[in-house]
């Protein structure tokens, strides 16, 4: 962090278990950045604010307005930003003030977005996804927004009409590591062939997913598979159902994937392979961009 910095506002990403912030220039340039592994789940309300002065104080030299995304909107967050409904923009109109005992210290924390039926939320997506559509004006497509949860999500008219999460992160996780494939399934490596296999295995017959699953361990016991082929392969079975049930969201659509690295990149390799190509977008530059959209709103 380069504590000697005066910038005109600071960008902040809130979310469970990490904070990211950037000091930002009025016209959208970063000029430093910090982190902090004071998330959201670590917090009680009272100590949102001295866990942001922790890791921004230095570039506090007066008056300063702060614009924050994710979990710290929550209703465990700092302040509770009620959802907007879908069909809605992906910026709203107006944010939640946090409650501040610092003099000068404005904290505007942007909504999430809900669905009502079927029932679905989102908080910090809907920041990429206005930063997207502020480099994209009037794109009209599919999004994936690869994580933990991933999002589908369908825009059009520069509104998110409907969105599906998936929680296929969590349930490779859970599945590598807390279940009888702990046993079968190697913590790093890949094999692309056995990812390949997965996809199109899942992708065809999405209904034998859980007798797949199991086969994992079979194939170690019996075959000495090895453990990154497993790992390879569990996250094609994953991710082929996913693509599955996805498939009215992405049939046919015009797809990007926001998000950097291998998991992105497994994505679009994976909506290749369904001859659905995928343009991949960094995901941290599109929530700088979301979240400065949402700062020129804030000033009007």
């Known amino acids: 962090m380069n504590d000697t910095v005066t910038p005109d506002w600071i960008a902040v990403d809130w979310g469970t278990t990490h904070m990211r912030a950037w000091a930002m220039s009025a016209s959208g340039t970063v000029l430093a950045a910090a982190t ?53 923009p992906a910026m709203p109109e107006t ?25 679905d939320v989102m908080r910090g997506e809907e920041t990429q996804i206005a930063g997207f559509l502020a480099r994209n004006p009037n794109w009209d497509g599919i999004l994936c927004l690869p994580g933990t949860h991933t999002k589908w999500v369908h825009v ?17 996780a859970t599945l590598a590591e807390h279940t009888v494939l702990r046993h079968s399934i190697a913590a790093d490596g ?3 062939a056995a990812f390949s296999d997965g996809l199109s295995d899942a992708m065809g017959r999405p209904e034998k997913l859980a007798a797949r699953l199991f086969s994992l361990r079979a194939e170690s016991l019996l075959n000495a598979q090895p453990g990154a082929t497993a790992r390879a392969r569990l996250s094609g079975l994953l991710i082929g159902a ?37 343009t991949q977008v960094q995901g941290e530059a599109i929530t700088i961009a979301g979240l400065t959209a949402a700062y020129r709103r804030l000033k009007g």
């Not at 996805?246 to 001859?275: E, F, S």
């Open 36 to 88: 902090s592994d004071q998330g959201m789940g670590k917090l009680q309300r009272d100590g949102f604010e001295p866990a942001l002065l922790d890791a921004v104080g230095p570039w506090i030299n007066g008056p300063t307005t702060i614009i924050a995304c994710g979990m710290v909107g929550s209703r465990q967050g700092w302040v509770e930003a009620p959802y907007a409904a879908t069909p809605c």
């Open 190 to 192: 890949w094999d692309d």
């Open 95 to 119: 944010f939640v003030q946090a409650p501040t005992t610092t003099p000068g210290l404005s904290v505007h924390v942007i909504p999430g977005i809900k669905q009502v039926h079927p029932a």
């Open 242 to 278: 996913e693509l599955a049930a996805a498939k009215p969201y992405w049939l046919g659509q015009q797809i990007a994937v926001i998000g950097a690295g291998g998991l992105a990149k497994t994505y679009v390799t994976a909506l290749a392979a369904q001859h659905a190509p995928a």
């Open 156 to 172: 059009s008219a520069n509104e998110v009409v409907s969105f599906q999460t998936f929680m296929t992160g969590e349930l490779f």
